[in-house]
């Protein structure tokens, strides 16, 4: 429910925070908010946000660098970019460094209503699954969804949010071939820039293809498929 939701708004315009928090809490989240990027860390790691709304351009850390931090810190929380720039080098490096979704200013209050509601279901659970019941297994490669876990061969994978809703996906479709169009809605949700799922299938073959066969195979003009 959007009550339990708690999202975090960092942005040094204070006209655009008190427009975002007006707006969320009206329609049930419960709302911090912050002004730079050292205010932001500091809320993070005290109100554990279910996602954060960051700015790219910020006074002190821009919100590359705050996004940068918490994925090296291990947190996983969703974060949607919020920025005036709008070009495909800023939102492949936005998505590349762990971030859930990107909207340019100025944008629809409705619309960023529903791209935050559209995050928080692809990356916050309804309710744990019984144990095992969320098990995916492909060859050596197996995945578990609650409890966030990748082996390959009884080693461990550590893989970033994004990579892991990317390598469940085509898991879930295993042997079939899945374009980049329909992998951007499955594990994105938007329509955007193709070279992103390239990106991400790369970092998903550096990490699988050490331990074993490649698993991930290229339908050249077509997209991506996983099998043995």
Known sequence: MNEERRVLVVDDEANIRDLIDTALTFHGFAVETADDGVGALRAAESGRPDLILLDVLLPDLDGFEVCRRLRA???????????????????????????????????????LVARVRAVLRRTVPAAAPKEDDDLLRVADLELSESRWTVRRAGADIDLSPTEFRLLACLMRNEGRV????????????????????ETYISYLRRKLDPLGPPLIHTRRGVGYTLRP
């Open 73 to 111: 810190a291990g947190d996983r929380v969703p974060i949607i970019f919020l920025t005036a720039r709008d070009t495909p080098s800023d939102t492949v490096t936005g998505l590349t460094l762990g971030g859930d979704d990107y909207v340019t200013k100025p944008f629809s209050i409705d619309a």
């Open 178 to 197: 899945l374009t980049r169009a329909q992998l951007l809605e499955s594990v994105w949700g938007w329509d955007g820039n193709p070279q992103v799922v």
